[in-house]
């Protein structure tokens, strides 16, 4: 797999993914078992929950993990690696086996959105890419979902490709939006890769090529009359840009029968202009005509413009979309949680910091959804240890999971595991569903939970609790490693 530069994404892993998989080699651990977790710690612009996104590329790049003879060379030049780990390298291939949550699913702090079972070197060569894709494309599917969920049903494009950070964020910004619920990109390769909808019709500077605004306009319906979507801000909106798209609609869409025309706003007092815009072109008889705006727009600020009655049908977003701005790190993290045996018996791992936020489950693990029996509505994500299973026949009680000892017992629910296999022995076993399913099946996860999740402003926290075996297996490790310490 190679990058639009042509470089072997095998290479876009930390240097020390390569120097521990070097060490594993030499030590005589290369074919030990390990587990990892892909989990993040905290959500987006403190809303509600996030939008898992980026499984597509990520399986994508391990079916083509490979290592060229450049790589090779190049390895060896640094004269650090051992030669039969290079040699070794030469035949390099994924044997392991992952599970994840798939794309568009909502997740929570803390909770394993993809495990990796495999072989030490191959585990750990995953973690830089894994988390790139995984990082990126959540952030952005979760901060549009916030953007259209502000615009109540309104058409949102996503126009953030100039002010990405990279090719990458451009293109895969661009899936990840439209999974969150945008209609479409001005990204044209997205949608020629993804086919995420392109979309655009002009700048500024067509209206500035031509000797008049007019004929800018005229001359746009003319080409494009049934996309006429006119930019009336170049000059003066009131009093030359809508007029004189009136006039383009009139003289060149009227006599074609064409109703179907719009005008774009990228500047000024949106919820004030929209509201004489509409007025005017209501009066001209252009009740058809859709109104769209853009400009350093955010979930904020379009929900203040729809309180303010902006008349606004669709709104273009770009860089606090596409750059996540207002919390522009989504934080996922790729932690060891266990360690097989050569006996098959797993020995659970756990990290430990003065940081109570970053100590982490130990244990292979999976994560149960309860769904309410009555409402359908997600009550909380149960994980446990893997060999666990939720009998959802017996009530369950469950925490809060900043307070333990708020408990609500559930008792008319249905439990179901949020992972799936995605590869099993190195082989792909997950049928990898289309982007526009994808987007659907977001919508529908997210209409499985209670709206007082969706509020931008302390929203409503949701249990995600741990089984009473796995708390009791993470406060024996941590009292084990307490006593360690005062022994030292």
Excluded at 339 to 351: Q, Y
Excluded at 431 to 446: R, V
Aim: some cysteine; proline content about 4%.
């Amino acid at each position: 797999m190679k990058s639009a530069n042509g470089i072997n994404l095998t290479m876009l892993c930390d240097f020390y993914e390569l120097t521990m998989g070097n060490g594993y080699w030499v030590s005589g651990m290369k074919d030990r078992i390990t587990y990892f977790d892909v989990f993040f710690r905290d959500r987006p612009d403190n809303g509600g929950f996030a939008i898992a996104a980026g499984l597509e590329q990520i399986v994508d790049y391990i079916q083509n993990l490979h290592f060229a003879q450049e790589d090779i060379e190049y390895l060896r030049g640094r004269g650090i690696f051992d030669e039969s780990f290079l040699e070794w390298l030469k035949d390099f291939r994924f044997h392991g086996d992952i599970w994840a949550v798939p794309e568009g699913t909502p997740v929570f702090p803390n909770e394993p959105v993809i495990t990796v079972r495999a072989p030490a070197i191959e585990a750990q060569l995953l973690e830089t890419y894994m988390l790139l894709e995984f990082n990126h494309q959540s952030l952005i599917a979760t901060k549009a979902n916030r953007i259209c969920r502000a615009a109540e049903g309104r058409t949102v494009l996503e126009f953030g490709s100039r002010r990405a950070q990279g090719i990458t964020a451009a293109v895969t910004g661009a899936r990840a939006a439209f999974i969150g619920g945008c209609a479409g990109t001005a990204c044209t390769v997205s949608d020629q890769v993804y086919g995420v909808p392109a979309a655009g019709t002009m700048a500024h500077s067509w209206v500035q090529m031509f000797g008049s605004e007019y004929e800018a306009f005229e001359a746009y319906c003319k080409a494009y009359p049934t996309n006429a979507v006119l930019l009336v801000d170049t000059f003066d909106t009131l009093r030359s840009g809508v007029p004189n798209a009136i006039r383009a609609f009139n003289n060149i869409l009227k006599p074609l029968g064409i109703r179907k025309c719009g005008i774009r706003l990228d500047s000024g007092d949106m919820a004030y202009l929209t509201k004489k815009a509409r007025e005017m072109l209501d009066e001209a008889g252009w009740t058809e005509c859709t109104i769209t705006v853009s400009n350093s727009l955010d979930e904020r600020l379009i929900r203040d413009l729809i309180r303010q009655g902006a008349k606004i049908d669709s709104f273009g977003v770009g860089e606090r979309l596409i750059t996540s701005r207002s919390t522009p790190v989504f934080g996922g993290v790729y932690k060891l949680c266990a360690v097989e045996n050569e006996d098959g018996s797993l020995t659970p791992k756990i990290k430990i910091s003065e940081n109570v936020g970053k100590i982490t489950n130990p244990g292979y693990k999976k994560v149960y959804r309860l769904y309410d029996g009555k409402t359908g509505k997600a009550e909380a994500d149960y994980i446990c240890l893997h060999d666990e299973v939720v009998d959802d026949s017996k009530p369950l009680t469950i925490c809060d999971p900043q307070a333990r000892w708020k408990r609500k017992t559930l008792k008319n629910f249905r439990a179901k595991e949020l992972q799936v296999p995605i590869f099993r022995n190195g082989e792909l076993v997950y049928d990898l569903p289309t982007l526009p399913e994808i987007k659907q099946f977001c919508k529908d996860q997210l209409n499985t939970l209670w709206p007082e999740l969706f509020r931008f402003d302390y929203p409503h926290l949701y249990y995600v609790d741990l089984s009473e075996k796995l708390m009791a297996l993470k406060d024996s490790m941590l009292e084990s490693a307490g006593r360690q310490r005062e022994e030292k």
